[in-house]
């Protein structure tokens, strides 16, 4: 019995092994009728990274409604946990560099509005109506959100961290 069950373990593995040799299907460079891609954008990547940046640029947006009022709660929660005896220091800090950023990047903000409104070579729908415009501004958009990013500078991470190791139970 066991010697009858090592031949037929043999067997399939041989099996398997010559499968696995041929090819299921042949591929010939010369039957595929599709074009090497040339480096140009189609209209529907165009399309796709111009609603990518419209969804971050709105999220940009929430983030900037009533930040005053997200501060001032963000103020309270140190002011507390200073008054129960916790060291707020790094987290006050952060919340100020965090503040002063925001101030600064608004501005930054409020100029990529009109590059929404205008834009070029898109409809109103988001549909590519002219391929070198569409390029054109989302180009322009990406170049202010860096800029965005670049002026926050971290600001953002570095006040969650600061209030995450606020939340941790003191030793």
Wanted: aromatic share 6%.
């Amino acid at each position: 019995m066991k010697n009858m069950f090592k031949k037929m373990i043999l067997a399939v593995m041989t099996a398997a092994l010559v499968f696995a040799a041929f090819p299921a299907t042949s591929a010939f460079a010369a039957d595929d009728p599709t074009p090497a891609p040339t480096g140009e954008l189609s209209n529907a990547k165009l399309e796709k990274a111009w609603a990518r940046q419209l969804k971050i640029y709105n999220r940009l947006g929430k983030g900037f409604d009533d930040i005053d009022g997200q501060i001032a709660k963000i103020q309270e929660r140190l002011d507390e946990a200073k008054s129960n005896g916790r060291d707020v220091a790094a987290a006050q800090a952060a919340l100020d560099a965090f503040e002063a950023a925001l101030k600064s990047t608004k501005p930054i903000y409020d100029g990529m509005e009109e590059i929404v409104n205008s834009h070029e070579g898109f409809d109103s729908k988001g549909k590519v109506t002219d391929a070198e415009q569409a390029k054109s501004t989302l180009q322009e958009m990406g170049e202010k959100l860096k800029e965005v990013k670049s002026s926050m500078g971290g600001t953002g991470k570095a006040l969650r961290d600061a209030l995450k190791a606020l939340r941790k139970p003191k030793n």
